[in-house]
Structure formats: C-alpha cells, structure tokens
Nanobody, 125 residues
C-alpha cells in the first residue's frame, strides 16, 4: 500500500493550494482517508478526513470553511483544496489511510495505519 502526497508549496497569506494524495496497492473504498500536519517544533495534528465510500467529511475547527475535500474514484486520489491560507497553516502535510479508526472529540483522528510522505506548505505573511 502506498500513499503519494503532492501539491505543497509556497503561497502568500490569503492564497490557495490543492494537495493531492494518490493511493495504490489496494482498494480504499471502505477506508477513511485523512490529512495531518506538523508544524516546526509542534506535534502532528489532525486536519481533516473523508470516509471514502460514503463521502462523509470531517474538518477541524481551524480549517472548517477554508479547506474542502474532493475525490476521484477512478484515480483513487483525494484532494484537499486549501483556500484563505494563513501563516499558521505552515506545516508539512501528510495523508493517511485506515480501515478502522478511532474517534476523538468527534473526529476520526486516530488509528491510521498507512502514511504517505509529507508535502510542505509554507504560507508567507
């Protein structure tokens, strides 16, 4: 199983980026797919997740209304459209997948078994 993340880069505050996570090696139709991020000197934190076959999406409060999931089933790829970016969004973003997850504080943020490499996002002020 492989997850390939891409799409990070440097953008000014208020700008947009679209992250991609291409999955291969199995069918992820029943999986949760998620994005996490880790800023310099901070712990990794959950950002958002999608339950692939149901299309259910979950967002943390700090990205709700700014970030949006989409997916391409034929390509087994999920996308995270990030708008109105802020300097505090600067981090390395990781995609992850899990067949069984743990909900914490109402979000599917635990139990991810597959991880992609990170893609860095830098938002300048």
């Amino acid at each position: 199983v492989q997850l390939q993340a891409s799409g990070g880069g440097l953008v000014q505050a208020g700008g947009s980026l679209r992250l991609s996570c291409a999955a291969s090696g199995r069918t992820f139709s029943s999986y949760y797919m998620a994005w996490f991020r880790q800023a310099p000197g901070k712990e990794r934190e959950f950002v958002a997740a999608i339950r692939w076959n149901a299309g259910l999406t979950y967002y943390t409060d700090f990205v709700k209304g700014r970030f949006t999931f989409s997916r391409d089933n034929a390509k087994n790829t999920m996308y995270l459209q990030m708008n109105s970016l802020k300097p505090e969004d600067t981090a390395v973003y990781y995609c992850a997948a899990a067949s069984q997850i743990n909900f914490r504080l109402g979000l599917p943020s635990g139990g991810y078994e597959y991880w992609g490499q990170g893609t860095p996002v830098t938002v300048s002020s």
